[in-house]
């Protein structure tokens, strides 16, 4: 199967930011496994659901073309993940490089023959952008009508 990867996240109301890592990491591996976490993940460490249920999650990130697979997880261990799914590389966005949580995973993941590769995070897009946006639109109505990022 050659080059398994691996990434994850919540895709919730699914952006360019979201695309661009999925392409970023499909073209570092010839098979690419992608993470959608579940409802009850989300809500455990952000406290609050996502507006999309898990199962609609994973058929959007499924019907990506650079998607081999996509998965439900009930857990952000990487470990437990890669104990579950086997592969080779970890893709994250650069944004979260050099942080506790990161170093930890480099180091543990690093003692079974994991890579951690840091990908470049789009600048000016987030779910939490996205949400903010579509509350002052609702809240000022359809004057505020703005593109939430600039190409």
Request: with cysteine; aromatic share 8%; glycine share 8%.
């Amino acid at each position: 199967m050659g080059v398994i990867g691996y990434t994850d996240g919540v895709f919730d109301l699914f952006h360019i930011g979201h695309l661009n890592l999925i392409r970023a990491a499909k073209k570092r591996c010839d098979h690419l496994i992608v993470g959608v976490h579940s409802d009850a993940v989300v809500e455990g460490y952000k406290h609050q659901r996502p507006i999309v249920s898990d199962h609609d999650r994973r058929q959007i990130v499924a019907s990506i073309r650079e998607v081999d697979e996509a998965v439900i997880n009930e857990t952000r261990d990487k470990l437990a993940l890669w104990e579950k799914y086997h592969f080779d590389v970890v893709f994250i966005g650069d944004d979260w490089k050099n942080t506790e949580r990161w170093k930890h995973f480099e180091a543990v993941l690093g003692q079974v023959g994991v890579r951690v590769e840091y990908l470049p995070y789009t600048h000016g897009v987030s779910t939490t952008l996205l949400r903010q946006r579509i509350m002052q639109q609702h809240m000022a109505g359809p004057a505020e009508d703005q593109p939430i990022r600039k190409a």
